[in-house]
């Protein structure tokens, strides 16, 4: 059950980024200098930077002072906008199985079920939209 490791790893990477630009240690982070750092596969981060590149998280520039930056203040991205960058909007909770039955108590217990799964999901939204980059770079402090 659950999102790949690409939300973690996203994160990672965005506090990374932050991180390293508020200490001004560069204007663009290099993609080089966050794979070695966070261990992260070169392709497998390219795969991210794409994804959050696309959802206008992060910017990049290319040259010998190039890399990656945040697109935005890092109190404007959401937990939210990451995972929706790299879990494609999907649902936590797959709903799509049928009862065979035609029966009163699975139908009945399928749509409670949906009900409350999606509630839930719903609620797992509303917190992680509560939540942003910012927060996360605190911890760092």
Request: hydrophobic fraction near 45%; glycine fraction near 8%; charge should be neutral.
């Amino acid at each position: 059950m659950g999102y790949s490791l690409s939300m973690s790893k996203s994160l990672l990477v965005l506090m990374f980024i932050g991180d390293k630009i508020r200490q001004g240690q560069f204007e663009f982070v290099p993609a080089r200098s966050i794979a070695q750092a966070l261990g992260i596969a070169p392709a497998t981060l390219t795969k991210l930077l794409n994804s959050m590149r696309n959802a206008h998280l992060i910017e990049s520039r290319e040259g010998a002072k190039g890399g990656i930056r945040l697109a935005r203040a890092a109190d404007g991205i959401s937990l939210l906008d990451v995972l929706h960058a790299v879990e494609h909007d999907g649902p936590l909770f797959r709903q799509d199985w049928e009862v065979p039955l035609n029966l009163s108590k699975p139908t009945i217990g399928q749509r409670a079920v949906n009900t409350a799964l999606q509630a839930c999901e719903e609620e797992l939204k509303q917190a992680l939209a509560s939540r942003n980059l910012s927060d996360l770079l605190q911890a760092l402090d």
